[in-house]
């Protein structure tokens, strides 16, 4: 099933793959039933979740149900337990949407809920995020995760995520980050697919974010707290729930 699923992901584009998923995933989660892990999102349990991973594959990290990955499943129960996400009104843009959020902040009443990518079949506004279509002071919530790594000008991203977000305003821009890093590591001469994948963990990552990530939001304007989330989780349900312990979720404002 590794090399199945390793095979799958190198080859079939990202927007096939999401509609694609949306036949498959019922299947999966009846097939995968059972009581070992919980996916927080759903609130539905496996005996297994699914392998995932571009290069070298992780183990019992995809949800069959939501395809959550731990990331995903971290950010969720971060705003359900540590924040209004789901009470009070917001104008909330989300960057890029994960199908295991889309459908569901798009039901909730309390949202004036826009997404935007350049490519998502799921984005509402086709937009390129250094050169952002909205005014200044739109949002009071900005969910931009794993994008930036994809950005080879992601200082002017940051600054376009300031400049939309309003005073006071909340940002959320987790990215893939080596915290053994001090400095983030990027190299525009490395071009080959498969040796980008080996040093920057994708084939269309341009840079490993280090610790200095940060420091970076901090400079654009942001303050930024570092919020290592599973401190505050139970061991057995960080294990429960797939989540990657130590994981750090950058939450900006403005």
Not at 6 to 29: C, D, G, Q
Not at 143 to 153: Q, R
Not at 166 to 177: A, H, L
Not at 223 to 250: F, M, N, Q, R, S
């Amino acid at each position: 099933m590794k090399k199945l699923f390793k095979l799958i992901l190198n080859t079939i584009p990202r927007p096939i793959l999401i509609r694609l998923s949306i036949v498959v995933r019922p299947i999966l989660a009846f097939l995968l039933k059972g009581s070992r892990f919980t996916d927080p999102i759903d609130g539905k349990s496996f005996r297994m979740f699914l392998p995932y991973g571009y290069g070298t594959q992780r183990n019992n990290v995809l949800s069959p149900s939501t395809l959550s990955l731990e990331r995903h499943r971290l950010l969720w129960l971060y705003l359900q337990n540590e924040t209004d996400f789901f009470k009070a009104p917001k104008k909330v843009l989300h960057f890029a949407p994960e199908q295991e959020f889309y459908k569901r902040f798009k039901k909730q009443s309390n949202l004036d809920y826009t997404t935007t990518d350049l490519f998502s079949p799921l984005a509402d506004v086709k937009a390129d995020i250094c050169n952002l279509p909205f005014e200044d002071n739109s949002y009071d919530m900005i969910l931009c995760n794993h994008v930036l790594e994809h950005i080879p000008d992601d200082t002017k991203a940051m600054q376009e995520l300031y400049r939309v977000l309003k005073p006071g305003g909340m940002g959320i821009f987790q990215i893939p980050q080596d915290l053994s890093r001090e400095v983030t590591f990027s190299d525009d001469s490395i071009t080959d697919e498969k040796e980008r994948a080996k040093i920057f963990g994708q084939y269309d990552h341009v840079r490993v974010y280090g610790r200095d990530y940060f420091d970076k939001l901090r400079s654009i304007g942001f303050k930024v707290d570092e919020v290592d989330y599973t401190k505050t989780i139970a061991p057995e349900l960080v294990e429960k729930y797939c989540l990657a312990k130590g994981e750090i979720i950058p939450v900006c404002y403005k």
